[in-house]
């Protein structure tokens, strides 16, 4: 209690000191010849609990996964089973299947897990992250009770020819290259990005599940010292992208993501069997493409959009008998495609009045076998949906948008969601204003939740929520300081929430009756630019209860009341960023409160619990103009204290680590 009193503490300090994004720190000055384009502003924005993450914090972690951004610079927790494996998102406490991640209109979920790999998402594909919390994920998707994250690209229309080229190496036999290049003119752009990432990742660590002898006499126990061994990783990937304007109009878009990654998935640190036992291997491969086109009239904007998800998923663990010889246990195979389409009207009444129309249906396959003990399942269907949004400006201080829509899947009951918005600007130019949301939102069991073998249930009811938000916005500048401070407060209903729970036959999922999820987010920025420095200081936290408040199954059922596994009540994050003279700082802190992995919250059994941790990092950084090229150089410290902690039981994590980053932009 003291440790978490002296965090929230902190919280306080720097929320009470800071304040206001600034995206850049340094920008190139372009003069462009003006394109006049009527356009308004998008409704999704409008009422929404909306982040945007700071270019500068992508430029940073370029040579990253999207979930270590996500763990360091969001209110999002990331549950990851280890350096370099696969890492989920509990976004305001629900379920990763909660999560919806849309890049460039696509859905990365996959229809078999109903949720995303963070680890295998390169920051280096992304030009700008934006979060939408809770129930303002109705402004782009249904399903996402917790929010979707929204992941684009977008073209340098004044660009014609640029580019970099990224190296990086580390600790535990870490290295990483990227390369980007930009061709193109006012009408067209081209931007290719290729990148390659492996790590022996053999780190060593303290396993505190493994007595290795104990003191009789004082009973004390020593634990062994241990190396991570076989669990290397390699990534490779290209993205390639094509944008054309014949006009001021009109806009075409194509984009193309193919990816592939191996990974050697260690033992569990409860494990005492020898090198040649349990060796597990996964490797997943994606095609993502997409093709949009969109045309802006003079009151109204008109977009069709069609997008491909292809994944397939192979897992084996296996036996070593001699150097040739192999016994398989488990191969595992799975293919899943996604197929999405859409089309989107809106219209501009007047310039208080809009209106958008919306509708989309998508296909999806999963097919999954298990070859050993041959079984699995092939199942597909198809996903309508419908939506029709309005915005309404009352005055110039008030303004209201509803959305409702609904999804349709084969014979089932239509769910329909809607999004009730208000604004009230207590001050002019947006500096100072309120806003209130009232939601309801619905999602359908995944097809592993449905039909996976053994343990599918296809009596799963679709879950549905209904939230309630009130929050507030300030912001303030001048003169090259900047001050924002967003505080929303949240309260949701689930009902027939999703969860795999052990049972007499196995894992299987049911439906829970009602969890209650409720909490407190808040963000805020402090920061200063000027010709030849800049400073920020920027900070969130997060306060999260997600209980489940169904009916008792049976007088020794102990979850009633209990926050849900792995869910934290407390987190929050920090980041101090400095510049002069082309010299660079960063420290980034971030903070999780113990969390429990049973629904009955005991934790009186040390190896069912996992205690709070505060995660420090610093970096160091110089840039170099050579004529017309730059060059950063940029050392990074992770795990600054050298703390021993865990995301998940028996995953053992590294201690203080570095990173080396050489960019090279021309």
Same mark, same amino acid.
């Given at each position: 209690m003291k440790c978490l009193r002296?965090?929230?503490?902190?919280?306080?300090?720097?929320?009470?000191?800071?304040?206001?994004?600034?995206?850049?720190?340094?920008?190139?000055?372009?003069?462009?010849?003006?394109?006049?384009?009527?356009?308004?502003?998008?409704? =999704?924005?409008?009422?929404?609990?909306? $982040?945007?993450?700071?270019?500068?914090?992508?430029?940073?972690?370029?040579?990253?996964?999207?979930?270590?951004?996500?763990?360091?610079?969001?209110? @999002? *927790?990331?549950?990851?089973?280890?350096?370099?494996?696969?890492?989920?998102?509990? *976004?305001? &406490?629900?379920?990763?299947?909660?999560? !919806?991640?849309?890049?460039?209109?696509?859905?990365?979920?996959?229809?078999?897990? &109903?949720?995303?790999?963070?680890?295998?998402?390169?920051?280096?594909?992304?030009? /700008?992250?934006?979060?939408?919390?809770?129930?303002?994920?109705?402004?782009?998707?249904?399903?996402?009770?917790?929010?979707?994250?929204?992941?684009?690209?977008?073209?340098?229309?004044? /660009?014609?020819?640029?580019?970099s080229y990224m190296q990086g190496t580390g600790s535990?036999?870490?290295?990483?290259?990227?390369?980007?290049?930009?061709?193109?003119?006012?009408?067209?752009?081209? =931007? $290719?990005?290729?990148? +390659?990432?492996?790590?022996?990742?053999?780190?060593?660590?303290?396993?505190?599940?493994?007595?290795?002898?104990?003191?009789?006499e004082s009973g004390t126990r020593y634990y062994p010292r241990m190396t991570n061994r076989d669990a290397w990783f390699s990534y490779y990937g290209l993205l390639q992208e094509i944008h054309y304007r014949p006009g001021e109009k009109d806009f075409f878009s194509m984009s193309f993501w193919g990816q592939e990654s191996s990974r050697s998935i260690p033992l569990l640190s409860t494990s005492e069997t020898g090198e040649n036992n349990n060796i597990n291997r996964q490797e997943d !491969?994606?095609?993502?493409? =997409? @093709?949009?086109?969109?045309? +802006?009239?003079?009151?109204?904007?008109l977009k069709f959009f069609s997008g491909l998800n292809s994944m397939d998923l192979d897992y084996s663990q296996k036996n070593r008998l001699s150097n040739q010889l192999y016994l398989m246990q488990i191969d595992s195979k799975s293919q899943t495609s996604s197929l999405y389409n859409s089309l989107d009207f809106q219209l501009m009444i007047s310039s208080d009045l809009r209106v958008e129309v919306s509708a989309g249906a998508d296909y999806h396959q999963v097919e999954s076998l298990e070859r050993i003990k041959d079984f699995g399942y092939d199942e597909s269907r198809i996903q309508s949906r419908v939506s029709g949004s309005v915005f309404k400006g009352w005055n110039s201080k008030w303004n209201s948008s509803l959305r409702l829509g609904s999804d349709f899947i084969g014979?089932?009951?239509?769910?329909? %969601?809607?999004?009730? &918005?208000?604004?009230?600007? %207590?001050?002019?130019?947006?500096?100072?204003?309120?806003?209130?949301?009232?939601?309801?939102?619905? !999602?359908?069991?995944?097809?592993?939740d449905l039909y996976y073998q053994p343990g599918g249930n296809p009596d799963l009811k679709p879950e549905r929520s209904f939230d309630q938000e009130l929050g507030i916005h300030f912001s303030t500048g001048k003169r090259g300081l900047s001050f924002s401070q967003d505080v929303m407060a949240y309260m949701s209903q689930v009902q027939n929430w999703i969860m795999w729970q052990y049972k007499l036959k196995g894992f299987s999922p049911g439906n829970i009756e009602k969890v209650d999820v409720k909490g407190i987010e808040t963000n805020a920025t402090l920061s200063y630019t000027s010709d030849r420095q800049?400073?920020?200081?920027?900070? &969130?936290?997060?306060?999260?209860?997600?209980?489940?408040?169904?009916?008792?199954?049976?007088?020794?059922?102990?979850?009633?009341? !209990?926050?849900?596994? +792995? @869910?934290? %009540?407390?987190?929050?994050?920090?980041?101090?960023?400095?510049?002069?003279? /082309?010299?660079?700082?960063?420290y980034i802190w971030n903070f999780y409160s113990r969390r429990n992995t049973t629904t009955s919250n005991d934790d009186s059994v040390l190896r069912d619990r996992l205690d709070s941790y505060c995660m420090n990092q610093a970096g160091l950084g110089k840039q170099v103009q050579l004529n017309d090229w730059k060059l950063d150089v940029n050392l990074k410290v992770h795990n600054l204290f050298n703390l021993e902690y865990r995301s998940i039981l028996q995953r053992p994590m590294p201690g203080r680590n570095y990173s080396l980053q050489l960019k090279l932009c021309f």
């Open positions: 002296k965090i929230l503490f902190l919280c306080l300090v720097v929320h009470a000191a800071t304040g206001g994004i600034f995206a850049q720190t340094l920008s190139d000055t372009l003069s462009l010849e003006e394109i006049r384009i009527t356009s308004f502003r998008p409704m =999704q924005q409008n009422s929404l609990s909306l $982040t945007r993450l700071d270019s500068l914090v992508l430029q940073n972690k370029a040579n990253s996964s999207l979930s270590e951004v996500l763990a360091e610079h969001s209110g @999002i *927790f990331i549950k990851t089973y280890g350096r370099g494996a696969m890492a989920t998102a509990s *976004f305001r &406490g629900t379920d990763p299947s909660h999560t !919806k991640v849309l890049w460039n209109g696509i859905e990365l979920n996959s229809p078999m897990l &109903g949720m995303v790999d963070f680890s295998l998402i390169p920051v280096f594909f992304i030009d /700008n992250v934006e979060l939408l919390h809770g129930s303002g994920s109705v402004a782009e998707t249904s399903g996402a009770l917790g929010g979707v994250i929204n992941l684009s690209t977008e073209p340098d229309w004044s /660009n014609r020819f640029s580019g535990f036999g870490s290295h990483d290259e990227h390369l980007r290049i930009n061709l193109g003119s006012g009408k067209i752009q081209s =931007q $290719t990005r290729l990148f +390659y990432a492996h790590s022996n990742n053999d780190f060593s660590f303290t396993n505190y599940d493994v007595i290795d002898s104990v003191d009789l !491969k994606s095609i993502r493409g =997409q @093709i949009s086109y969109l045309h +802006y009239g003079d009151n109204f904007s014979n089932e009951k239509a769910m329909p %969601v809607f999004h009730l &918005g208000s604004e009230y600007h %207590v001050l002019p130019a947006e500096k100072l204003y309120l806003k209130f949301i009232l939601a309801s939102n619905a !999602k359908y069991p995944s097809l592993n800049a400073y920020k200081i920027s900070s &969130g936290y997060a306060l999260t209860h997600s209980r489940d408040m169904g009916k008792m199954l049976s007088d020794s059922d102990d979850s009633y009341g !209990k926050q849900l596994p +792995y @869910i934290p %009540v407390h987190s929050a994050n920090a980041m101090l960023y400095l510049m002069r003279n /082309n010299w660079s700082l960063t």
